[in-house]
Structures are given as C-alpha cells and as structure tokens.
C-alpha cells in the first residue's frame, strides 16, 4: 500500500465535509514521489512494481476528482 492510500484512508477515517474534501491534498512526499515516477516512466521507463505504484496513484486521483465534483455540486460552487 503506498503513502497516498494511508493519507486518503486518514483523512477519511477523521470524518470529512464537502468542504475539506475539496481542500484535501496529498503531501508533498506523495506529490514528488508521483513526479518522480511520471519522469523516469518518460526517461528510462518503470519497473512492473514502479508502474503499479503509478497506476495506483492515477486511480486516487481520478477518484478524488469525481468526489470533489460532487461535494462541489453539494455545496452549490
């Protein structure tokens, strides 16, 4: 399981609004570890568990985004 999984999973453990899911953020150690991960996937290409730990992190993203949409819609903005 990768570090953006347990902030995910704490964050709503912690109990959430509308509100601070669209203020949620990774760390800055996730987001350098997915930038770090997308570069060397255009310059030399990733190892099986390096394009996993990628896929995931896409899949967290694309998850967030669909539920920040909708808190939004709930909130009216």
Do not use: C, N
């Not at 255009?42 to 190892?47: I, M, N």
């Amino acid at each position: 399981m990768t570090k953006a999984y347990d902030e995910l999973v704490e964050f709503l453990a912690a109990g959430s609004t509308p509100a601070s899911l669209i203020e949620f953020q990774p760390s800055q150690e996730t987001r350098e570890r997915v930038q770090e991960l997308i570069r060397k996937e255009k310059d030399t290409g990733l190892l099986p568990g390096e394009m996993s730990e990628l896929d995931d992190y896409l899949k967290l993203e694309h998850l967030m985004r669909m539920a920040k949409a909708r808190a939004r819609g709930r909130l009216g903005a």
